[in-house]
């Protein structure tokens, strides 16, 4: 095959609602530590059209448009490292892993550092999570976390160095079922207890599959992180706070009776990002420790529905005052 020709020079303009930073905002300017952050599930970079009849490669136009988004940690799920099928069947298919493809750009003066976590292997290649930084990343470590046979998901922890500190950065996909999803956070969980110290900042970013929100509670109780629309657009008094216990009573009816508190629940608030042309499941997740939010927001729109069956999410950050 003929290698892909360089891509045109990018128009001048940024991704629908991400906003240009001046040098005040972008990371390591003067002042506390500033970040853009971004979570995205790529679907492998191919998606489908005519009703599933062809298939349709967007990793090009997908590297593109996460450069625009101006992210300093981008966290991203099925990610391939490898596909021979893909590489036969699309013209210009890249040579190199998706993560290595989307993290450099001949258009943009910065690149990224990539990190790669294998969990789906198969004949014709593998798939797994992937974190793009702006800055050095130290370490990384990539554990299996499969509860059956017929999914593989895994998690991918990064520390990544920041100006004036190091940051653990975990990129998860978490499986179908919601018994998996219970066992594999009660994994992260543990494995952040017992690894990292408990005032160490972090970022917990991916596809959590958690669209009933069952599992924010473990993860705010056990780790004292918040979600980024949480914390963006907190929820507005009592009143509000008894919609919320009701709804949780008349709707969460696999809550155990026992487990249940007589104060109001307050319910957390995430964001829609499944299906991309009509978001209406939250699927996916940015959970915080140590930073506070400036900004969170859907990259929503046709430009994005193109791309993946997901709506990535970007939130900026501050450290916590």
Known sequence: MSPAPAPAPAPARRATGAGARTASDRAGAAGPLRLRVATYNIHKGVTSELFGLRRVTRIHELRARLHELDA???????VQGRHERHA??????????????????TTRKHTFEAAYGRNASYLHGHHGNALLSRFPILRRENRDVSDHALESRGILHCVVQCPGVDLHCFVVHFGLLAGSRERQTRALVEWIEREIAPGAPLIIAGDFNDWRNLLSATLYERLGVREVFDMARPAAGMRQQMVHFVRDRLFEPSAAEGARSAAPVRRVRTARTFPALVPWLRMDRIYLRGFDVREAKVMRGPEWARLSDHSPLLA?????A
Do not use: I, N, Y
């Not at 300093?72 to 099925?78: N, R, S, T, Y």
């Not at 900026?316 to 916590?320: A, F, G, I, P, R």
């Open 316 to 320: 900026d950050l501050q450290v916590e």
């Open 88 to 105: 036969v069947r699309f013209e210009h298919w890249p040579r190199e892993s998706q993560h290595v493809f989307l993290a450099g750009a």
């Open 72 to 78: 300093d940690l981008v966290f991203l799920q099925e």
